[in-house]
């Protein structure tokens, strides 16, 4: 820490930073534009203009930019000097000359940071009178809405897009007063992160186009703080409502998670909230037709059907701790299914095992970033977890980092930084069967089959530590391949091995543990990241279950009267003929969910549940932090949470058919997650997650709305002009109105949006925080169920190597090894039901290596029957492995499977 003097106040301030830090972190209002706390200092605004003196004597002081000027001891510095008030309104008037002046239209109005940092300025008359330049406006695809008349150059966008997401579609074009960004010619931006664009901008150049098609301004809308749903990361998030309609999904800081950043699918895959796929009403199926049906009728009727044998229950990655707890409440252990095949299962349990019995760290995403070297080991993390792909991107930064300090070049000054870092060498090594967008910045891109990969990835554990087993029959190329990537991870300070179950190996996932743990030995900071594909799969995995096949089992032995699935499209699981099987062998299913899946059709009940907005609720990351999420949306009465729903029909049967007896008295969350740190130990701490209901404010609830919000009688007066009451949920600590505490010392859990005195853009998140980049004030959000950094020993027991290395793949002349092709857009299953998402989503083809195309058209002859698709080559892709989309077959491309392949008749149409 130091010591510096701002506007006649000491204060305490750290060292590395710059003074535009110190200044925000002590309190004061003193604007700016192109710094940015994740992209550093580039000096192109010259908003944040401050007085510096050079010592106690020095009564004149020079101009200086705060945000390329550091820290250092006893600095002496004024925010309020009158010269330096007069240049930053110089700067703001001359960046507002051109600038269109229409915030009443403007989509960012209300929330807008050029809005806040002109007030800040005190710029208010307009003495430019001539006509103002103009620019066309570009069609950048279905995420992004392009403005450019209201930009003002910080050129904030082209280095958040280009230097930081690695994307290369989007440029400033010309210069001085006619410098433009966008895309050469208009089309859809291509990065999986332009979305971001919406929140880095700090004007409404680039704003949200799905949520402009119902509008609503910031102040008029509820807020609530929430969690991702799309992966497994578990990316905090705001959800934002008004009329009881989702509006749109922001980026909520996380210091160890998501930060700053939000990936596309996350952003805009909430569109299946409002899709005319949800199911609004209970539908019951009388004389071979659904039709809807009162609540207390159907779940008599669901008494009617348990009453004639055992109840079996399969869960869902995707549902929350509470609702898949409730249905094994419900139906008890032996008929608790967890939703997934075997082999799924496995390949979880599995990820869970190898978390808990490594020796070294578990780094966050955060803590990613700052790796010294990185294998991934057959895993597209940028399809199947885009933020922990572009915390890989940058932790290449790290070699330009070391080089700017021994060059006393401060990290936040970015421009510099990456001129120093030019030439440096990438420590990232990136082994998968097909490209991924990492292999741009990666030191080494090989392509192989999955166990030709697991196979290299033992012997690399076994040159860092030869107590791991050899692979004795290494081509001579992968053995010295083996050997350059041992030394470079053995050379790092924080080296980090990242793999999943893109591919159902679980060869890749013991290779990947076996060299983390071998380099734990020497370097207890040896990390391990292991991706999983639901947002709940790892709190899946710490129950435990029955798999989809011990089901099918039952079910053909006749000993299963009434199936309840809640949450979960089996069709994505299992092929069309184990599913048809299912549905003939069960008299009776019940299912609970949000969204009309095939297997709806078929039920003989359907109950409507709420979506992630609608209710609260606990998730699991990949990471094992437990992460609440709450309730923004407060639905009609048929919609209810999956927890609630099980409750209810518990309600309607003999208490002796209950497994917990205590299910038919919970009140609340609290009390769902009580039972289940008594039923399941190891979640106990996911009770902390998050504060309960009963927390309090100084005494009151958290508002949800903004001061601002406009009055209830307002909103309503074309129907009753007497006040409403809000609804209200026992399940959360928040009013759903602008009543009630608020403030930035409130938990980091429950912070609903981002407003401070003078900040209403999202930049007011610096008021939140203990450090610019760092906490927030009252801490993290979510909390580890697995140790941090495991078991780090001064001398750690001996790790227990699997010696179950396969056989290396040999290509074949009639069959071709089908690997699921996972998109970032198109193979998760809620996202797609997203109309922004599904516009960006490619079309289904086939990839193969380019000599085995030899039409355009092929036929794959998969578990299900023939599928006639397109076909495109993958460069590098191995011989005899073929690409297929994973969403368009169930099982057959959830994990590797051998398949013929033809060449399709000519007209011969797609499947």
């Not at 002081?61 to 600095?75: F, K, L």
């Not at 893109?502 to 990947?512: E, I, N, T, V």
């Not at 099987?581 to 899946?597: G, K, N, Q, R, W």
Request: glycine share 8%.
């Amino acid at each position: 820490m130091t010591s510096i003097r701002i506007d006649g106040r000491d204060c305490l301030t750290r060292t590395g930073i710059n003074l535009l830090q110190a200044c925000l972190e002590a309190g004061a209002n003193l604007p700016y534009f192109c710094w940015h706390p994740e992209l550093g200092s580039v000096g192109a605004c010259r908003q944040c203009a401050i007085k510096q003196f050079s010592g106690p004597d020095d009564t004149k002081g020079r101009i200086v930019m705060a945000c390329m000027t550091p820290v250092s001891e006893n600095t002496i510095i004024s925010t309020d000097d009158p010269e330096a008030r007069d240049f930053r309104a110089s700067i703001i008037e001359w960046m507002m000359v051109n600038h269109p002046h229409d915030c009443p239209v403007c989509e960012e109005g209300g929330e807008c940071h050029l809005q806040d940092m002109t007030v800040m300025t005190g710029h208010n008359p307009r003495r430019y009178r001539f006509t103002k330049r103009t620019h066309r406006n570009q069609d950048l695809g279905p995420f992004v809405k392009h403005e450019m008349n209201r930009c003002i150059a910080c050129y904030r966008c082209v280095r958040f897009y280009r230097d930081y997401a690695g994307g290369d579609d989007l440029a400033a074009f010309a210069s001085h007063d006619n410098v433009y960004f966008g895309r050469a010619a208009d089309g859809t931006l291509e990065n999986a992160f332009s979305g971001n664009l919406v929140e880095i901008c700090p004007t409404g150049v680039f704003t949200d186009k799905p949520f402009s098609t119902t509008y609503t301004r910031k102040w008029d809308m509820r807020g609530a703080p929430s969690i991702c749903v799309h992966c497994a990361v578990g990316c905090n998030t705001i959800v934002n409502a008004r009329e009881e309609t989702l509006r749109r999904v922001l980026n909520r800081y996380n210091t160890d998670i998501n930060r700053y950043v939000l990936c596309d699918r996350g952003r805009f895959g909430h569109g299946f909230v409002n899709a005319p796929t949800r199911i609004g009403t209970p539908l019951r199926t009388i004389g071979g037709q659904q039709v809807s049906v009162p609540i207390t009728d159907a779940l008599q009727a669901f008494a009617r059907m348990a009453a004639d044998g055992p109840i079996v229950g399969i869960a869902s990655a995707r549902a929350t701790l509470e609702t898949c707890f409730s249905l094994y409440a419900l139906v008890g252990p032996q008929h608790f299914c967890t939703g997934q095949t075997r082999h799924e299962q496995e390949c979880v349990e599995l990820v869970h095992a190898l978390l808990t019995r490594h020796p070294g760290a578990l780094p966050t995403l955060h803590e990613m970033e700052s790796a010294d070297a990185v294998l991934v080991l057959g895993e597209d993390a940028c399809a199947t977890a885009p933020r922990l792909g572009l915390s890989l991107r940058q932790s290449v930064r790290q070699a330009s980092f070391h080089m700017a300090d021994g060059a006393k070049v401060p990290r936040w000054m970015d421009a510099a930084v990456r001129t120093l870092g030019a030439e440096c060498p990438s420590t990232l090594h990136v082994l998968t069967p097909a490209p991924t967008n990492l292999d741009s910045v990666a030191a080494e891109a090989f392509r192989a089959a999955p166990d030709d990969i697991a196979r290299l990835g033992f012997a690399i554990a076994h040159e860092i530590d030869p107590a791991a087993p050899p692979v004795t029959d290494l081509t001579p190329d992968d053995a010295a391949r083996a050997t350059r990537i041992a030394h470079t991870l053995m050379a790092a300070r924080k080296p980090l091995v990242v793999s999943g179950m893109q591919y159902g190996s679980p060869a890749l996932l013991q290779a990947a543990s076996s060299i983390a743990a071998a380099l734990a030995r020497a370097t207890p900071e040896a990390g391990l990241s292991l991706v999983l594909p639901e947002c709940n799969s790892m709190g899946l995995a710490m129950m435990g279950g029955l798999s989809l096949e011990t089901v099918m089992e039952q079910a053909r032995a006749g000993a299963i009267s009434t199936l309840v699935i809640v949450e979960n499209d089996l069709t994505r699981h299992l092929p069309p003929a184990d599913v048809a099987e299912l549905v003939a062998a069960v008299p009776d299913i019940v299912m609970i969910d949000h969204t009309a899946t095939p297997l709806c059709q078929q039920a003989s009940l359907v109950l409507p549940v709420a979506a992630f907005s609608e209710c609260s609720g606990t998730l699991v990351s990949q990471d094992s932090r437990a992460q609440r999420f709450f309730q923004a949306v407060f639905p009609t009465a048929p919609i209810q949470a999956g927890w609630r729903w099980v409750q209810a029909l518990a309600q309607h049967l003999d208490p002796s058919m209950l497994h917990i007896s205590g299910l038919t008295g919970w009140r609340d969350l609290d009390d769902v997650l009580a039972a289940l740190a008594v039923a399941f130990p190891p979640l106990a701490p996911a009770v902390m997650a998050a504060p309960g209901a009963d927390y309090r404010m100084n005494g009151q609830k958290l508002r949800s709305q903004t001061y601002r919000a406009s009055g209830r009688t307002v909103i309503r007066s074309f129907v009753n002009v007497h006040d409403q009451p809000p609804p209200g949920s026992p399940d959360t600590p928040f009013s759903s109105s602008m009543e009630g505490a608020y403030g930035p010392d409130m938990p980091a859990t429950l912070v609903p949006g981002y407003q401070a005195p003078a900040w209403n853009s999202v930049q007011a998140l610096n008021r939140f925080q203990h450090e610019i980049g760092g906490d927030m004030r009252d801490g993290a959000s979510g909390l580890r169920l697995l140790s941090r950094a495991g078991n780090q020993n001064a001398d750690p027991p001996p790790y227990a190597y699997v010696n179950d290395i396969p056989a290396p793949y040999a290509a074949r002349t009639d069959t071709v090894l089908v690997l699921p092709d996972t998109r970032l857009f198109g193979s998760e299953e809620l996202s797609m039901f997203s109309p922004p998402v599904m516009a960006r989503a490619p079309a289904p083809t086939l990839g193969l290596p380019a000599d085995m195309v030899t039409s355009g058209r092929m036929v794959l002859h998969l578990e299900d029957g023939p599928h006639v698709l397109p076909v495109k080559p993958v460069p590098g892709l191995p011989a005899g492995i073929a690409l297929c989309p994973a969403h368009m077959v169930a099982r057959a491309l959830r994990f590797p499977c051998m398949a013929r392949l033809d060449r399709a008749p000519d007209g011969g149409e797609g499947s």
